[in-house]
């Protein structure tokens, strides 16, 4: 059975960094795309970024671009979500889900969702 569980959300001031991870159980990150997703309050759940079973990196919101990026930890399988720069409208419940399609491009490609952990950025 596939698990996704993320962690390592928090409080953080404008201009720090957080890292959130990600750990696959029930099959491995090196066949697995795993996507960072985000809901802020009364918002869409927004696609973040990716890395692919192969290890590219796909960071799909501009508004992150540049300050966040993705990579995995094969041994342990696991994903990490490495935000910097951190501003208040970064604000939100993160998401990491893994999908198994050929191409993962939006949030209907993702099979297995984590509940989620909440970041907020204060002013």
């Known amino acids: 059975q596939v698990q996704v569980v993320e962690s390592g959300g928090g409080l953080v001031q404008a201009g720090g960094s957080l890292t959130l991870s990600c750990a696959l159980s029930g099959h491995t990150v090196t066949a697995t795309t795993m996507g960072w997703f985000r809901r802020a309050p009364g918002q869409d759940r927004e696609f973040v970024a990716d890395?692919?079973?192969?290890?590219?990196?796909?960071v799909h919101a501009d508004s992150v671009k540049g300050r966040f990026t993705v990579y995995k930890d094969v041994p342990k399988n696991m994903v990490y979500l490495q935000m910097n720069s951190l501003k208040p409208e970064d604000t939100a419940n993160y998401y990491c889900?893994?999908?198994?399609?050929?191409?993962?491009?939006?949030?209907?490609?993702?099979?297995?969702w984590g509940q989620g952990t909440r970041v907020t950025v204060s002013s």
């Open positions: 889900a893994a999908s198994w399609a050929a191409s993962a491009r939006r949030e209907s490609d993702f099979d297995s």
């Open positions: 890395i692919t079973w192969n290890g590219q990196i796909r």
